[in-house]
């Protein structure tokens, strides 16, 4: 029977995580130790190093129930860097309590390529999203305080957009009405939890170059509108120092180790639909001056997760990425090409070939919509024939893109050697890195733009709602951010059940709302939740602890 992701992990005798720091050139006292096995990094120790590294973003195709593997390959790309000879070095997202305990499952690898350790990642790790959830949840009381206390800012408590918050999947939360009881118990109205992922706090905090310019964007959040309709921000309501107090421990980055003692700066997390999806600036800024390689990810497919890092990360950041990988599963591209979910282990050409355009749209994105190099990952499975292998690998050699197949799950960073060696050639290759818009162009022409280059659709439509709220935004000074479109993460389009590659297609614009603070303004298509909740039989049902501690069932 083979094991299970958490009892390989269990199995690995890992370094005291001092050792690990002296391997990237940290003393002991650059470290704020939480065990032996993590360390928070104190970033004065860094001082005015230079980034030195060369930062390779690994993303994917669509999402599909099949998996992809995405941080998987990651963990084991590092490890192959690292055996290779190369300094190398990983920067991840923390995993959200919500997907752990619900459906998704974890963010710390899987097989013979993960980061350790896993129980501690997956769960309370240092602390940082429950340092996260209080600074979100103080602004809120403060808020409600405020109008309870006279209302001297004149919110209108109709207008209220800032929302509790919970890392936890808990549908029952999605849409609450509080403050119930006499005067002395609050204004009733209606209210609603997100989950912590979601909230712009964790945003900010993901893009934030320091303490204070954490402060700065806190301060900056709106929280609601005044009966005069002005924007509310959590400086108005003097919440941002108290927020940042609460955060000053959390935005220093969090050093653990792969399974191969591959430093890894695991930090911060946001959703990824309504967000950014990538991990702290911090952590990646922090992994170029140590390594020589960094090796990071971003969430969901290329259409999501890269477009927002390469547009909105590492425009905030000043960012380039030297390569780009794209995983894909020959399982999943059949999958998207129509085959059936009890079917994929079987050899369907004709499938595979049908799914393929979704994996090269991606690859065609990445080259030709910001000019970088790329590289296609296999995550190879056992199902998987020698021509269906080959028929990947001739459709992106058309491309002229390399294949390398990815067996980093079953033999970790022995696994990825081939996809090591493309990945440091590639960090050679000339690059012309541009971004898919400008930010000088108007909010309708940016979402026209990524839905046009990114998604190939035919155009964009608002509705009623969104075009009142984009005048709203203009009149208010917000034209000039960048856009994050929140859409489902399984299509091209906004449409879930429209697989591979779409044509002739729009994209319906329901919502507009800024985050001010983050620095972006959020566009909802089709009907993506910020509260998601547990499926029929939640993977809580299966986590257990034995009586001398021992986290079991865990993946």
């Not at 922090?286 to 990071?296: E, G, P, S």
């Not at 070939?353 to 690859?363: C, F, I, S, T």
Request: charged share 25%.
């Amino acid at each position: 029977m083979a094991k299970t992701d958490i009892q390989i992990a269990q199995e690995t005798q890992m370094l005291p995580i001092t050792e690990v720091a002296r391997g990237i050139g940290l003393d002991d006292d650059a470290l704020e130790l939480y065990g032996r096995h993590k360390a928070k990094l104190d970033l004065n120790a860094l001082g005015d190093r230079p980034r030195k590294g060369r930062l390779v973003l690994v993303t994917a195709i669509n999402p599909t129930p099949a998996g992809e593997g995405k941080t998987t390959t990651s963990v084991g790309l590092a490890d192959a860097l690292r055996k290779s000879g190369k300094n190398a070095m990983l920067a991840l997202r923390e995993p959200s309590l919500g997907p752990v305990f619900g459906v998704k499952g974890g963010a710390a690898g899987g097989g013979y390529a993960q980061v350790v350790p896993m129980e501690d990642i997956n769960l309370h790790f240092t602390g940082d999203f429950h340092a996260i959830g209080a600074a979100n949840n103080l602004l809120a009381a403060m808020v409600d305080n405020h109008i309870k206390q006279g209302n001297e800012l004149g919110i209108d408590p109709r207008r209220v957009t800032w929302r509790r918050c919970v890392d936890m999947n808990d549908r029952q939360l999605r849409n609450v009405v509080d403050g119930l009881g006499g005067i002395a118990d609050g204004m009733p109205r209606q209210d609603g939890f997100d989950i912590t992922v979601a909230s712009e706090v964790m945003a900010c905090f993901c893009l934030a170059t320091d303490l204070m310019d954490l402060k700065r964007r806190l301060g900056r959040m709106v929280v609601g509108y005044g009966f005069d309709r002005r924007p509310i921000t959590c400086a108005d309501v003097k919440a941002d120092g108290a927020m940042c107090a609460l955060l000053k421990d959390a935005i220093k980055p969090n050093l653990v180790q792969t399974l191969e003692h591959t430093p890894a700066l695991v930090h911060g997390g946001p959703f990824a639909n309504i967000a950014h999806g990538c991990n702290s600036v911090e952590a990646t800024t922090c992994a170029l001056k140590l390594a020589d390689y960094v090796v990071t990810e971003a969430g969901f497919g290329a259409d999501l997760g890269a477009e927002k890092f390469l547009d909105i990360k590492c425009r905030e950041a000043g960012l380039v990425p030297d390569a780009v990988v794209v995983v894909a599963t020959v399982r999943a591209l059949k999958y998207n090409g129509g085959a059936p979910k009890d079917g994929l282990n079987q050899e369907n050409l004709a499938a595979l070939e049908a799914g393929m355009p979704n994996l090269l749209r991606h690859v065609g994105n990445i080259q030709d919509v910001w000019g970088l190099p790329c590289v296609v990952a296999i995550n190879a499975f056992p199902a998987d024939t020698t021509a269906e292998l080959a028929l990947v690998e001739r459709s992106c050699r058309e491309l002229g893109v390399n294949v390398a197949l990815s067996e980093v799950w079953a033999k970790g960073g022995e696994g990825g050697m081939t996809l090591a060696e493309e990945v440091v050639r590639l960090c050679e290759e000339p690059k012309d890195f541009r971004f898919a818009y400008e930010l000088d162009c108007g909010v309708r022409e940016k979402l026209e733009t990524i839905a046009g280059k990114v998604y190939h659709a035919d155009g964009v439509d608002l509705t009623s709602a969104a075009e009142k709220q984009l005048r709203q935004l203009e009149e208010q000074g917000f034209a000039g951010l960048p856009v994050c479109v929140a859409k489902t993460q399984y299509s091209f389009s906004d449409d879930q059940t429209r697989l591979g590659a779409p044509e002739h297609f729009r994209v319906t614009v329901r919502g507009l709302r800024v985050c001010a603070g983050a620095g972006f303004i959020v566009a909802l298509t089709g009907d993506i939740m910020t509260m998601p909740g547990l499926p029929k039989v939640p993977a809580a049902e299966k986590i257990d602890v034995t009586p001398d501690g021992k986290i079991v069932g865990l993946f």
